[in-house]
């Protein structure tokens, strides 16, 4: 199976890979690159899901908050945050109109579930940028022996 990777994430992808030493970073080094990017610190949580939701992502006015399902192995807590991650760096959420604080006192309401059910065009061209920018972080960060004009060749889309 192919990913479709629009112009948006190669652009994306090229940017933060130049930023942050080419082809192969850490994980912390995304999240400080993130942090810098959003001007925002990056918090994570984790907590029982909904099976259909593996994590989300939320936008406050004093912070970005990833929350992934609570008791996932290492690897698909990796990926799942990564794939939040993406939305962010392509600034997917929508605009915050309150602090983490309000969040909580309001009793942690998740709209990112309805948004996601929902499954309008322009979630779908989201959900698949955001896939395809983490797959391709994820191979600067779990690289091994494949090299990036490897994995972008099993990607569609990829011009180079
Ligand atoms: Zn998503």
Redesign the pocket.
């Known amino acids: 199976m192919k990913i479709k990777i629009s112009d948006a994430v190669i652009c994306k992808f090229t940017y933060v890979a130049a930023a942050l030493g080419e082809e192969v970073f850490s994980f912390e080094d995304l999240k400080w690159f993130t942090e810098v990017e959003r001007r925002k610190s990056l918090h994570f949580e984790k907590e029982t899901l909904p099976l259909s939701l593996l994590g989300f992502v939320k936008a406050f006015t004093d912070r970005d908050l990833i929350v992934i399902r609570a008791r996932m192995d290492e690897t698909l807590t990796q990926l799942a945050t990564l ?2 991650m993406a ?1 962010l760096l392509l600034d997917h959420p929508p605009a915050p109109t309150q602090t983490y604080e309000e969040w909580v006192q309001g009793g942690r309401k998740h709209e990112e579930l309805d948004i996601k059910r929902t499954h309008n065009n322009e979630d779908m061209c ?2 698949n940028d ?2 395809a920018l983490a797959t391709l972080l994820y191979e600067c960060i779990s690289r091994q022996e494949a090299s990036l004009p490897e994995v972008a060749k099993d990607i569609y889309g990829w011009k180079n």
Do not use: G, S
């Open positions: 794939h939040e939305h989201r959900e955001a896939e």
